[in-house]
């Protein structure tokens, strides 16, 4: 089967089929902002439970939180974001873009270098000694780096004096550290244990783009891993096992993944690996693994007062734990998910059919169902309001079957359920299956049992 896919036809298929629509869109957009339409929020939070399920539902060592978007400043000068976090920065003189200097190395090296954990004096000599040009112009003339602070600001109050300004969180994970005592305490938690977020976070990326692959504002799916020291490289490893497990079982192809693992690091990290997806604009990274250390902990224990450290009740050791970061995009995701699924069949008569092969347990509708004409209505309704009773189910009668199954095909249903004149006889439909495009007969009464076992995670 063959696989024609660029960034263009997906984001028309997401447009045309209400996946994503660009942001704001009747004032002409908002830069690098998407809103998910129907079928897009349904894929979108399917994802995020299936992802939910995985790390925390079947995971008696983690639990979840949801925490505060806005958190008191103090926060994100711990976590050395408002002082030096910045994204280093380089303007191109001769055609006046903005890039980053470590994505440019990268870029180069085709991800063979990274650049995290490389001084600013560091990557202007690699850029130099390598005679690295600007992607857009093709000229070396660069300023120097400087460091560019990804953080969106607000003010709590209407003055917007210096000192209000408050921070749209650029990460979900400071919602985890700073909450560390309060679950460890309430949960009855003995290190080990994790604390799992979903979350929106914002960041001012200086070269936004690809569609969702960087936005401005996106959703993260992380968790956070505390743990002793002596068993911390045995998480890291086994959430990097976990986290290739996940994006498998969602359907990404083996082929298509790869470990990055990153040779320099950032000066608190003990080891750091992100999981690579084979995008139509190349390997990228979908998520990271992080070995972080006692940094967080440390530095939130210095910068609020309060104590951070464990005690242990067995061994009475008492230790500030490491933290193991696992980190994606629910947004990345979708765009690898949704790369994945895409195909252009040739079917048999010679037309071309777009099928989005969506694992069904993560399929915005799992079933359509379709009078085969409009005065089979009534029934067809009948059998509507009892699926939706339990799935997401779609409704269309109007067109051609043909079309209809086209349709549901490009948004990936699973099963389209077609009432016809027999049906009012004998309560038997046809059931179409996105794939193999056969058709089978079913009783209605059988049909949720049947559509359950095929969705299944
Ligand atoms: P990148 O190198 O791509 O900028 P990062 O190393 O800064 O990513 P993390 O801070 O580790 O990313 O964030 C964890 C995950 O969040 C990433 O692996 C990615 O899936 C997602 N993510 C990060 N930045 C963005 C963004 N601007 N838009 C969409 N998703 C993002």
């Given at each position: ?66 925490a505060a978007i806005l958190m008191n400043p103090?926060v994100w ?89 408050v921070y749209?969180r650029?990460?979900?994970?400071q919602g985890?550290?700073v ?279």
């Amino acid at each position: 089967m063959e696989k024609k896919l660029t960034m263009d036809k997906l984001v028309n298929l997401c447009k045309n089929r209400g996946f994503v629509f660009q942001g704001s869109e009747i004032y002409g957009g908002f830069a690098n902002t998407w809103d998910f339409g129907p079928v897009g929020v349904e894929l979108k939070n399917n994802i995020k439970r299936a992802w939910w399920k995985k790390f925390v539902q079947e995971d008696p060592s983690t639990y979840g939180v949801d925490a505060a978007i806005l958190m008191n400043p103090k926060v994100w000068e711990a976590s050395g974001h408002v002082q030096s976090f910045g994204d280093p920065k380089m303007d191109c003189k001769n055609c006046k873009t903005r890039h980053r200097a470590d994505t440019i190395i990268e870029n180069f090296s085709k991800g063979a270098i990274s650049a995290e954990g490389m001084s600013d004096e560091e990557m202007e000599k690699y850029i130099e000694e390598h005679d690295i040009k600007c992607p857009n112009c093709g000229k070396r003339d660069w300023t120097p780096i400087r460091k560019f602070n990804p953080m969106f600001t607000t003010s709590r109050n209407m003055v917007g004096d210096e000192k209000d300004v408050v921070y749209l969180r650029p990460e979900t994970c400071q919602g985890e550290y700073v909450n560390f005592l309060n679950v460890q305490r309430t949960m009855r938690a003995k290190v080990p244990f994790a604390i799992a977020q979903i979350g929106k976070s914002f960041r001012n990326e200086i070269t936004p783009g690809n569609f969702l692959f960087r936005t401005v504002e996106f959703e993260q799916m992380e968790l956070q891993m505390f743990c002793h020291e002596k068993d911390s490289m045995n998480f890291y490893n086994s959430y990097k096992e976990r986290a290739l497990k996940f994006v498998e079982s969602l359907g990404l192809s083996e082929e298509n993944l790869r470990f990055h693992d990153h040779d320099k690091l950032a000066h608190y990290a003990k080891a750091a690996c992100d999981i690579q997806y084979n995008f139509p604009i190349g390997w990228q990274e979908l998520n990271g693994v992080h070995h972080r250390g006692t940094w967080d902990l440390s530095r939130h224990g210095e910068y609020s007062g309060k104590n951070m450290d464990y005690l242990d009740p067995f061994t009475n050791e008492r230790y500030t734990p490491n933290v193991i970061e696992y980190s994606i995009g629910a947004d990345r995701l979708m765009l690898a998910i949704m790369c994945e699924a895409y195909e252009e069949e040739e079917l048999e008569n010679g037309e071309t059919r777009i099928v989005m092969h969506f694992l069904p347990a993560i399929a915005p509708y799992k079933v359509a169902v379709l009078p085969l004409q409009k005065n089979l209505g009534e029934k067809a309704r009948e059998v509507y309001g009892a699926l939706s009773k339990e799935f997401m189910c779609d409704y269309d009668e109007a067109g051609s079957i043909g079309k209809r199954y086209r349709r549901q095909d490009e948004i990936g249903t699973p099963f389209c359920v077609t009432i016809d004149f027999d049906t009012l006889e004998d309560n038997s439909v046809t059931v179409r299956d996105r794939d193999t495009m056969k058709q089978i007969r079913l009783k209605i009464e059988e049909l949720p049992a049947y559509i359950q076992k095929a969705i299944k995670f």
